[in-house]
């Protein structure tokens, strides 16, 4: 079973840009959420995706956004980008929310 | 406001001993408490979970314990190896919440 795909593994924008970060989950699993890591902040909660739906969201501003499809694939957004954006993005998937398999993640360095 | 400290940044421990790392909260009523694992440029990996009612948890070399009084969990992994080098990161599942908030981890070193 093919674990969970984040694309791209690198991108590198400047300020004011936005950037669209995608994760395919396995196979099956309905729920993926994302993360934001950093070294300062530790692994942050950014929201879950549920059927489509947005179940849990965490505390970020509106600049970050999500969506998931009919085949479970999520996206995640960010628009005007700020320097401390820059961060690792862990997607997760889960079949009900509590077992998470992660993505090996996007490396975002905003300039 | 709730907080989970997993104790000391980083653990070096000499080959075969049992290591020990500590996940602490606080306002918080956790459902589950699960532990994972983070090697360096790559995302987490599920190590163990335990419930609210559960008091212990092994897997092979790994134990996991939970106790809601102390609001505490230790994880122990025993007869370590140079290999069980990583970071360990613990995340609770409040009753309420259906998201996971992680701890900032613990850096174990195993030294052959």
């Known amino acids: 079973k093919a674990g969970v795909t984040q694309t791209p593994r690198y991108l590198i924008k400047t300020r004011g840009q936005q950037v669209t970060l995608s994760c395919s989950p396995i196979s099956g699993h309905r729920s993926v959420s994302w993360y934001q890591q950093t070294p300062g902040q530790g692994l942050q909660f950014l929201f879950e995706y549920f059927s489509e739906t947005q179940r849990n969201k965490g505390n970020f501003p509106g600049r970050f956004s999500g969506r998931q499809f009919s085949n479970s694939r999520s996206e995640m957004n960010v628009s005007t980008l700020e320097l401390g954006d820059s961060a690792l993005y862990l997607c997760?998937?889960?079949?009900?929310?509590?077992?998470?398999?992660f993505g090996a993640g996007t490396r975002l360095s905003v300039l | 406001s709730q907080k989970i400290e997993q104790n000391s940044e980083a653990l070096n421990i000499q080959e075969g001993k049992t290591a020990t790392l500590t996940c602490n909260y606080t306002?918080?009523?956790?459902?589950?408490l699960q532990w994972y694992r983070q090697d360096p440029g790559r995302g987490p990996v599920f190590l163990l979970l335990i419930r609210e009612n559960e008091k212990e948890k092994r897997k092979e070399r790994l134990k996991v314990t939970f106790d809601t009084t102390l609001k505490q969990s230790l994880f122990h992994i025993t007869a370590s190896q140079p290999a069980d080098s990583a970071t360990y990161l613990c995340?609770?599942?409040?009753?309420?919440?259906?998201?996971?908030?992680f701890g900032d981890g613990t850096t174990l070193t195993v030294k052959p």
């Open positions: 995340a609770l599942v409040g009753r309420n919440a259906g998201k996971s908030t």
């Open positions: 306002n918080y009523s956790p459902a589950y």
């Open positions: 997760a998937s889960s079949w009900g929310g509590d077992i998470q398999y």
